[in-house]
């Protein structure tokens, strides 16, 4: 039987994004974090992976991209889920994108496990997801992720995690080559 709060945390995250689609794809938004819950899932066979951060998969993007705030997180997960979903979520900034990305960067380094997990799979998902966007965003974005990986550093905890994002992103760069 389905944990209660994983369970609860798809329904949220279904009802928030409810009728958004993918950028490049145009399939429901919903399968993002529906995939990036699910290979969470399966890296519990390799780590620590606790049903509060598999519903902060969930909910990793509601806060960002929908009317949902951190609050409402709160209130219907707990500050420990909210605490998550809030270090996986990208400020609002008017700063220039390279400033923005060195800071989340720097940021996300020094965050707990837990989140250097989610957000390990969550960026691999998008590098996978993003084959019809423009080449020059991919690139981009891939290179970015390197840079992320960087950041992380060689923790050992992280050693699956981070080789799976650097081969998505150097996939991508090759791929943005051709």
Same mark, same amino acid.
């Given at each position: 039987?389905?944990?209660t709060?994983v369970?609860?945390?798809?329904i949220?995250a279904?009802?928030a994004?409810?009728g958004?689609?993918?950028?490049?794809?145009?399939?429901?938004?919903?399968?993002?974090?529906?995939?990036?819950?699910?290979k969470l899932?399966?890296?519990?066979?390799?780590?620590p992976?606790?049903k509060?951060m598999?519903a902060?998969?969930?909910?990793h993007?509601?806060v960002?991209?929908?009317s949902?705030?951190?609050?409402?997180?709160?209130q219907?997960?707990?500050?420990?889920?909210?605490s998550?979903?809030h270090q996986?979520?990208?400020p609002?900034?008017?700063? @220039?994108r390279a400033?923005?990305?060195?800071?989340?960067r720097? *940021?996300?380094? !020094? #965050? $707990?496990?837990e989140?250097r997990?989610?957000?390990?799979?969550?960026r691999?998902?998008?590098?996978?997801?993003?084959?019809?966007?423009p080449?020059?965003f991919r690139?981009?974005y891939?290179e970015?992720?390197?840079l992320l990986a960087?950041?992380i550093?060689?923790?050992p905890?992280?050693? @699956?995690m981070l080789a799976?994002?650097r081969?998505?992103?150097l *996939?991508?760069? !090759? #791929? $943005?080559?051709?």
């Open positions: 039987m389905a944990d709060i369970t609860n945390a798809a949220f279904y009802t994004h409810e958004q689609k993918r950028k490049y794809t145009g399939r429901p938004y919903i399968e993002h974090p529906m995939r990036v819950a699910g899932t399966l890296w519990a066979c390799k780590f992976v606790s509060e598999i902060a998969a969930w909910l993007d509601v960002e991209d929908t949902a705030t951190n609050a409402d997180i709160a219907m997960f707990g500050g420990y889920i909210a998550l979903v996986l979520t990208s609002k900034s008017d700063e @220039p400033v923005r990305k060195r800071k989340q720097e *940021a996300l380094a !020094a #965050a $707990a496990l989140v997990l989610i957000k390990l799979v969550d691999t998902d998008n590098l996978e997801d993003m084959a019809l966007g080449v020059k690139h981009q891939a970015e992720s390197l960087q950041e550093g060689d923790d905890m992280l050693a @699956p799976a994002l081969a998505a992103a *996939a991508e760069l !090759a #791929a $943005a080559k051709e």
